[in-house]
């Protein structure tokens, strides 16, 4: 069990970036693939980012890939999602989830552990 904090959200403009932070307390953040899932209103939660234990591979929505990448940086116990070229319909909240396994999992019923969100707004 990991306690997952987000940040990093914001108003920006169509083609702007912003960079997210998830901070997971404790001292096992290296045994768990994390996640990056976002909800629209009135949306289903969908799949955005997902990175490996150790970060060596990433994997991303079709709709995301090319514009975000997912990080982690396992001695500050933080993963990240750089967003580039942000378009108005990335707007929404964005949720950092943890899971203890090593298989790559899409579905955000399969994760355990939830931040509460950070709120990343797109303007046209």
């Known amino acids: 069990q990991v306690q997952l904090v987000e940040s990093g959200g914001g108003l920006v403009q169509a083609g702007g970036s912003l960079r997210l932070s998830c901070a997971a307390s404790g001292r096992t953040f290296g045994s768990y693939s994390m996640a990056w899932f976002r909800q629209a209103p009135g949306k289903e939660r969908e799949f955005v980012a997902h990175?490996?234990?150790?970060?060596?591979?990433?994997y991303y929505a079709d709709s995301v890939e090319g514009r975000f990448t997912i990080s982690r940086d396992n001695a500050k116990n933080t993963v990240y999602l750089q967003m580039k070229s942000l378009k108005p319909e990335d707007t929404a909240v964005y949720y950092c989830?943890?899971?203890?396994?090593?298989?790559?999992?899409?579905?955000?019923?399969?994760?355990?552990?939830w931040g509460q969100g950070t709120q990343v707004t797109v303007s046209s």
């Open positions: 989830a943890a899971r203890d396994s090593i298989l790559l999992v899409t579905r955000s019923r399969e994760y355990d552990n």
């Open positions: 990175i490996s234990r150790s970060g060596g591979t990433t």
